[in-house]
């Protein structure tokens, strides 16, 4: 397998018609640039060609995110002359977000490439909307320093940090559970100090019933973090079904609580991080189950998904960081979420909203700060190419509403917009919302009163805005 790949200087017309090309399974010749051997046999078990040089007549490239770092510029004139896409394996993530800020068009989870490569530039699947419908992205963070949590008394983020060390050291292949007691319902009925109390009950009970099979418990503040150096599926779910039925027994508003548990182990990932990832995201999938419990083995296709739109994310943050604004696709996503919600949408469609307005500025991640400062060089390019650049980035996850929107988000609704010129209802009602919320938070952002905001919006309504979203928007933002 080659580790770098040499590109000779590209022939490509002005309009990019080589990267633009629509790609079929069938018949795909792919340059296969740090893909693990397994990726290798799903691929050619799909009749997709596999080749190790771009002469060989690749027609796209994927670049999977275990590459060595150092060597992650190589792929830079691959973009010029074949669609590249990310295979990103679990904990990948960023190393994904800094190869679309290299020139990646498309990002794909680990197991799932000949599927994308099927659905690249179709919009045949939507499994970014379901993800983004059914979760957020968690956010693992925490730096405490002491060992021990004030409350419960046990381990603390920086005690798990070394203790995962220490089994790491000796040999031991951690498994990991996270576990949310179900607490969050209960806050408004029994107040803080009430709060505080059952949670060190329940905490300390779900701690002798995780220590009595060997497993070591950790206090994260709103969450547990159970750790073993040896825990079979069977275990695991047993110890998980015994927590929620524990868990069951506690009705301190007069309904029982509900713990949810997800865990990984180390057969998918070698590092706290990574595994702890997984074991979140099994977690998401067990708070929307009836089980209330969910393996990361058995969850695959959600796995997928959520690498996927965690990557997505990242390489949005990616380019908030650049932005003046500072969390600008955050805001613009709240914002749009708030506003479809008004318009009536049903929950999908209100997921197809947000997922657009979050992913709305993707398209200038491989301008980096140029995108935001008028003098630069690549300016202009930035402006007139993001919106096509980031519908194409969605498009094989998202699908076709989802990349519309984006595509659509500098059309007007009196016409004069970009780049089609289309007018009113021709304009996706995704854009048309993105749009309000926009116009909503550059006033807000000037620091004008809410009167004075129902105006200058009321001012737009009809020229620029669609009038029935501003009257949607102002009922729910003032």
Same mark, same amino acid.
């Given at each position: 397998?080659?580790?770098?790949?040499?590109?000779?200087? !590209?022939?490509?017309?002005?309009?990019?018609?080589?990267?633009?090309?629509?790609?079929?399974?069938?018949?795909?010749?792919?340059?296969?640039?740090?893909?693990?051997?397994?990726?290798?046999?799903?691929?050619?078990?799909?009749?997709?060609?596999?080749?190790?040089?771009?002469?060989?007549?690749?027609?796209?490239?994927?670049?999977?995110?275990?590459?060595?770092?150092?060597?992650?510029?190589?792929?830079?004139?691959?973009?010029?002359?074949?669609?590249?896409?990310?295979?990103?394996?679990?904990?990948?993530?960023?190393?994904?977000?800094?190869?679309?800020?290299?020139?990646?068009?498309?990002?794909?989870?680990?197991?799932?490439?000949?599927?994308?490569?099927?659905?690249?530039?179709?919009?045949?699947?939507?499994?970014? $909307?379901?993800?983004?419908?059914?979760?957020?992205?968690a956010d693992s963070g925490g730096s405490a320093q002491a060992t021990f949590d004030a409350v419960t008394g046990l381990g603390s983020e920086r005690r798990l940090e070394l203790r995962f060390s220490?089994?790491?050291?000796?040999?031991?292949?951690?498994?990991?559970?996270?576990?949310?007691?179900?607490?969050?319902?209960?806050?408004?009925?029994?107040?803080?100090?009430?709060?505080?109390?059952?949670?060190?009950?329940?905490?300390?009970?779900?701690?002798?019933?995780?220590?009595?099979?060997?497993?070591?418990?950790?206090?994260?503040?709103?969450?547990?973090?159970?750790?073993?150096?040896?825990?079979?599926?069977?275990?695991?779910?047993?110890?998980?079904?015994?927590?929620?039925?524990?868990?069951?027994?506690?009705? !301190?508003?007069?309904?029982?609580?509900?713990?949810?548990?997800?865990?990984?182990?180390?057969?998918?990932?070698?590092?706290?991080?990574?595994?702890?990832?997984?074991?979140?995201?099994?977690?998401?999938?067990?708070?929307?189950?009836?089980?209330?419990?969910?393996?990361?083995? +058995?969850?695959?296709?959600?796995?997928?998904?959520?690498?996927?739109?965690?990557?997505?994310?990242?390489?949005?943050?990616?380019?908030?960081?650049?932005? !003046?604004?500072?969390?600008?696709?955050?805001?613009?996503?709240?914002?749009?979420?708030?506003?479809?919600?008004?318009?009536?949408?049903?929950?999908?469609?209100?997921?197809?909203?947000?997922?657009?307005?979050?992913?709305?500025? $993707?398209?200038?991640?491989?301008?980096?700060?140029?995108?935001?400062?008028?003098?630069?060089?690549?300016?202009?390019?930035?402006?007139?190419?993001?919106?096509?650049?980031?519908?194409?980035?969605?498009?094989?996850?998202?699908?076709?509403?989802?990349?519309?929107?984006?595509?659509?988000?500098?059309?007007?609704?009196?016409?004069?917009?970009?780049?089609?010129?289309?007018?009113?209802?021709?304009?996706?009602?995704?854009?048309?919302?993105?749009?309000?919320?926009?116009?909503?938070?550059?006033?807000?952002?000037?620091?004008? +009163?809410?009167?004075?905001?129902?105006?200058?919006?009321?001012?737009?309504?009809?020229?620029?805005?669609?009038?029935?979203?501003?009257?949607?928007?102002?009922?729910?933002?003032?």
């Amino acid at each position: 397998m080659a580790d770098d790949v040499a590109v000779a200087d !590209p022939e490509v017309d002005a309009d990019n018609e080589v990267a633009e090309q629509d790609i079929s399974l069938a018949g795909t010749v792919a340059l296969a640039l740090w893909l693990p051997t397994p990726a290798r046999r799903r691929l050619i078990d799909a009749d997709v060609d596999i080749v190790d040089d771009v002469e060989d007549g690749a027609t796209v490239a994927l670049v999977s995110t275990r590459g060595p770092a150092a060597r992650r510029g190589s792929i830079k004139p691959l973009v010029e002359r074949l669609p590249v896409v990310v295979v990103c394996h679990p904990g990948g993530e960023q190393a994904a977000v800094e190869l679309m800020s290299l020139g990646a068009c498309v990002v794909v989870a680990e197991g799932s490439e000949a599927g994308a490569l099927a659905n690249l530039d179709q919009g045949g699947a939507t499994h970014l $909307v379901d993800a983004y419908l059914r979760t957020e992205v968690a956010d693992s963070g925490g730096s405490a320093q002491a060992t021990f949590d004030a409350v419960t008394g046990l381990g603390s983020e920086r005690r798990l940090e070394l203790r995962f060390s220490e089994m790491v050291e000796s040999g031991v292949e951690p498994w990991i559970g996270i576990l949310d007691l179900g607490l969050a319902e209960s806050l408004g009925a029994i107040g803080a100090g009430g709060s505080t109390l059952l949670r060190r009950r329940l905490a300390l009970a779900a701690a002798a019933a995780a220590g009595s099979r060997g497993v070591e418990t950790f206090d994260l503040g709103g969450r547990l973090l159970l750790m073993a150096g040896d825990m079979s599926e069977e275990m695991a779910r047993s110890l998980a079904r015994q927590i929620v039925q524990l868990g069951g027994s506690f009705r !301190p508003a007069g309904r029982p609580l509900a713990p949810a548990m997800g865990w990984a182990g180390p057969n998918i990932g070698d590092d706290l991080g990574t595994i702890r990832v997984l074991a979140e995201r099994a977690l998401m999938i067990a708070l929307g189950s009836e089980e209330r419990m969910s393996s990361a083995f +058995d969850s695959s296709a959600d796995a997928a998904a959520a690498i996927e739109l965690a990557a997505a994310c990242g390489v949005a943050d990616s380019v908030d960081g650049f932005d !003046p604004r500072g969390e600008h696709s955050r805001t613009i996503a709240g914002l749009a979420v708030k506003i479809a919600a008004a318009v009536g949408l049903e929950a999908r469609e209100v997921a197809e909203v947000g997922l657009a307005a979050r992913l709305h500025s $993707v398209g200038k991640v491989t301008f980096g700060a140029d995108a935001f400062e008028s003098d630069a060089e690549r300016y202009g390019e930035a402006q007139t190419s993001h919106a096509e650049r980031g519908a194409r980035f969605v498009r094989t996850g998202a699908g076709p509403e989802v990349a519309s929107a984006i595509l659509s988000q500098y059309e007007v609704w009196d016409g004069s917009g970009k780049p089609d010129g289309v007018s009113g209802e021709e304009i996706p009602l995704s854009a048309r919302i993105i749009a309000v919320a926009h116009a909503y938070d550059e006033l807000s952002r000037e620091n004008q +009163d809410a009167a004075s905001i129902r105006a200058a919006l009321g001012e737009r309504a009809g020229s620029s805005l669609d009038p029935d979203i501003v009257k949607a928007a102002l009922a729910v933002l003032q």
